[in-house]
């Protein structure tokens, strides 16, 4: 199986992309494919968002994008190996960024979309921003953005079994904990800077 | 071997650097620093509410002095305004050896009384990037505060989305059928796009300053931290604020787009370093001493900022007014709102939250613009102070009304003072035979 495999199974057999990640760990490839990504989607989103690019949002939302996957990881991963559980840390961090991400992928392209429908077919138009924040345009959001939670947890459970070899109940207890942490840092970097 | 391990992590953690280095160039603490003393009065970015009959003091030299085309005596630093002149905007001219400098609608006569008037504090305006209904909405708060006809209104910040050029133009498209003065602070929004805030600057002019209406002083602060929600005042503001509040005056209003003191934190509720002393700051360097500066001169802070949220806080002999956004608010029913207040022989003594779509005046004009009715729809809940200016033929020399009190007639233009009461009421101007 090539690298470039588990990037084409990861939506709809995860599991492929987790066995191919177990036998040949990748991270650092995979990580500069996500560092790319977000760069490119946070200058869309910004753009979509506000009609203008601001550096400092830019970079601003590259943080959150991150935050989103890395923290949660690596906070279960130290959790994980709290309790005494022995797995190959690179790659569990992979499978997870690479789940977490293709979700946001998925989340991201719905948001282009809406993006574009807001700034150029609606009535009245508005950027993105606005539409959401001012007049209740963000349910359509929430929804996929619930889809995904729940598609994520799916994954980092079957991650739990298949790389960590825990037990469902350990697996849900300690990411159910390691989002509150990184719910909170996120929140305190967008409210507490932002 | 450790190497190794670490490895697969680099790019991430070279990544996160440089955003936090991005994020850290591009802040900028302390935005436009510009700040106006006594030596800049007149000017065309803050103009100067004088009353017929009163003096006005000028600060720069001059030989001369014309307001409009009509030249006044002046008597040390300071002119006589004429009680019949006219209400309205004025150019000042001022001529000092030989050479003429006009200043531009540095000048408005207020036909409202120095002792018992309104003004309105409108907030988080969010001009967005695009014509039609939106900014529709925001021209009929306008058209409101008209009719209203507030002495002056100020606007406590973020009057644009993103400080864009586009969003700056349709605000002053709007502003610009606006009757009496608007004092404007920039907010955050403002420097989302313009950090240095060299874009609000160029549009609305300086972001520190003072105004006095009658001996009511208020001081306009932009103490922000670019481009984020929280604010800040360095030493220099904190010294400039101080001296500007020490002002010979009355009653002594603040205006900042950050809230100083807050009842509650809203959604930054959590942030553990918002909490001081048992309530919430948005203010993070200089908070002790802004806050004794506001305390011990017992200060009136208008802020906005936090769009759902009306609130009125006491704390040490400070009032902190947080006024809620003329912009909707996704999950708050209330239409587009801004506050009224009214000062009585320099005392507060009406403070309201209005809400635009519960307050409806129409006119209805008949005989050639000679007799006008009234209509006043009144949905607020509360009584609500006006100060109706009416526009009628000037053929006729004088008017009636049949409720209310006329506070000035000038040649057609007519000031009708009215309580407007809860439910529907009419005012009918008749022309007197």
Not at chain 1, 183 to 193: D, H, P, S, V
Not at chain 2, 34 to 42: K, N, V
Not at chain 2, 203 to 232: C, T
């Amino acid at each position: 199986m090539s690298y470039i495999k588990r990037f084409k199974t990861i939506l709809h057999h995860p599991t492929d992309s987790f066995q191919e990640i177990i036998k040949s760990p990748s991270f650092f490839k995979t990580s500069i494919i996500i560092i790319i990504s977000s760069i490119v989607y946070t200058t869309i989103a910004e753009l979509g968002m506000f009609n203008s690019l601001m550096p400092h949002f830019i970079a601003a939302y590259a943080i959150m994008f991150t935050v989103i996957w890395f923290l949660p990881t690596t906070i279960s991963m130290i959790f994980f190996k709290i309790i005494g559980k022995k797995f190959n840390s690179e790659s569990y961090i992979e499978a997870n960024a690479l789940s977490i991400f293709s979700i946001l992928t998925l989340c991201f392209i719905f948001f282009t979309i809406f993006m574009i429908y807001s700034n150029i077919f609606a009535e009245p138009k508005r950027t993105a921003y606005f539409a959401m924040v001012y007049y209740n345009q963000w349910y359509p959001l929430l929804i996929i953005g619930i889809i995904g939670v729940i598609l994520i947890f799916h994954r980092v459970i079957r991650i739990g079994q298949l790389i960590v070899k825990a037990k469902i109940h350990q697996t849900i207890i300690i990411w159910a904990i390691s989002a509150i942490i990184s719910i909170y840092i996120a929140y305190l970097i967008f409210r507490g800077w932002l | 071997m450790k190497l190794n391990f670490f490895k697969p992590y680099i790019p991430t953690i070279i990544f996160i650097f440089i955003l936090i280095a991005v994020m850290n160039i591009t802040y900028v603490p302390y935005p436009n620093i510009i700040r106006f003393s006594e030596s800049d009065y007149p000017n065309e970015y803050v103009p100067t509410m004088i009353v017929p009959g009163e003096y006005l003091k000028i600060s720069k030299s001059f030989d001369k002095v014309w307001l409009g085309f009509i030249e006044l005596k002046s008597e040390q630093e300071k002119i006589k305004i004429p009680d019949d002149f006219s209400p309205g905007w004025y150019n000042i001219t001022l001529q000092t050896n030989g050479v003429n400098t006009t200043i531009n609608n540095s000048i408005y006569i207020t036909p409202i009384s120095i002792n018992d008037f309104t003004f309105i504090q409108i907030t988080d305006f969010h001009t967005d990037c695009y014509d039609g209904l939106d900014l529709q909405e925001r021209k009929n708060v306008f058209n409101l505060v008209n009719e209203i006809g507030p002495a002056f209104v100020v606007d406590t910040g973020d009057m644009t989305n993103y400080g864009l050029e586009k969003q700056y133009m349709y605000y002053k498209m709007i502003i610009s059928e606006l009757e009496m003065p608007l004092y404007t602070i920039p907010g955050n929004m403002e420097t989302y796009s313009d950090p240095n805030l060299e874009r609000y600057t160029h549009f609305l002019g300086p972001g520190n300053y003072y105004f006095y209406f009658g001996k009511i002083l208020f001081v306009a602060s932009a103490a922000l931290h670019s481009p984020r929600s929280w604010g800040g005042f360095d030493s220099s503001q904190i010294k400039w604020v101080n001296e500007t509040l020490s002002k010979d005056s009355d009653i002594k209003f603040l205006l900042n787009h950050i809230p100083i003191v807050a009842e509650e934190g809203r959604d930054y509720n959590f942030v553990p370093w918002g909490w001081k002393e048992g309530h919430f700051s948005q203010i993070e360097d200089g908070y002790e001493e802004i806050v004794k500066i506001l305390t011990d001169k017992k200060v009136n802070v208008l802020s906005g900022h936090w769009h759902g949220y009306s609130n009125k806080f006491q704390y040490k002999g400070a009032t902190f007014y947080n006024t809620p956004s003329v912009t909707r608010m996704s999950g708050i029913k209330e239409g587009p709102r801004f506050r009224l207040f009214q000062i009585q022989n320099n005392s507060i003594i009406y403070d309201k939250v209005l809400d635009v779509e519960k307050f409806y005046i129409t006119h209805q004009y008949k005989s050639n613009q000679t007799q006008v009715k009234i209509i006043i729809r009144n949905e607020e809940g509360f009584f609500v102070p006006l100060n109706l200016h009416i526009k009628l033929s000037p053929s006729v020399p004088s008017y009636s009304i049949n409720k209310g009190i006329i506070i000035k007639q000038s040649s057609g233009d007519i000031w009708i003072k009215y309580n407007a009461p809860i439910g529907e009421s009419s005012i009918e101007v008749l022309p007197i035979i």
